[in-house]
């Protein structure tokens, strides 16, 4: 029976955005995900491919709808899928390949991370992290992240121990957050100076 899992789609979320940020500082080709710091709060927090890896550090969950939780889709072999279609969507778009497809793989395996690090009372306890090369089930123990209620949602006592889970999240994935965000928005706002000063020298 599938009743709980961890941690929330809101801790994942934020996990995966904060993996597209630290990608984002890697050297190499930025400047198309820089924006001045005059444009809009969602320019400068990198938009939609920011907003799909928020969604892909929650996604592996959407296994949820089927009966099979925490096997397949929360394995190194469903990373090495998202990074094919991510990089097959970047050189579409005309994108950096290797930025794409490893923020998306980043983001994407935060989940496997979180969800190690969790608490996780249902048997077979853990994740199939190796799959397909093993069908072993893994899980650390150190029980990080408390357990979240998915079924029953509007119950009090599902209510009250969602809402805690939840506020320990943020409270252990909220700070690296901010502090990527403070350091994006600095280096990321050196870049077009930068440019235009090894353009203007090029010349
Ligand atoms: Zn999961």
């Given at each position: 029976m599938i009743a709980a899992s961890m941690p929330s789609p809101i801790g994942h979320a934020l996990a995966g955005l904060a993996a597209s940020w630290a990608v984002d500082l890697v050297p190499g080709d930025r400047a198309w995900r820089t924006a001045p710091a005059s444009a809009p709060w969602f320019r400068r927090a990198g938009d939609g491919l920011t907003l799909a890896c928020a969604a892909l550090g929650a996604?592996?969950?959407?296994d949820h709808l089927f009966l099979t939780h925490r096997a397949a889709t929360h394995s190194i072999g469903a990373v090495a899928v998202v990074g094919l279609f991510a990089a097959a969507f970047a050189a579409r778009a005309q994108r950096p390949v290797a930025r794409v497809a490893l923020m998306c793989v980043a983001a994407y395996g935060t989940h496997l991370v979180l969800d190690w690090l969790g608490v996780d009372t249902?048997?077979?306890?853990?994740?199939?992290?190796?799959w397909p090369l093993s069908h072993e089930w893994f899980i650390s123990g150190i029980d990080l992240f408390p357990r979240t209620e998915r079924h029953e949602l509007w119950t009090v006592a599902a209510m009250a121990a969602n809402l805690k889970a939840i506020a320990q999240e943020v409270a252990i994935l909220g700070p690296p957050a901010v502090v990527l965000w403070l350091v994006r928005v600095k280096a990321l706002a050196r870049l077009p100076s930068q440019m235009a000063r090894r353009d203007h020298a090029a010349k």
């Open positions: 996604a592996a969950d959407l249902s048997v077979p306890r853990g994740i199939q992290a190796l």
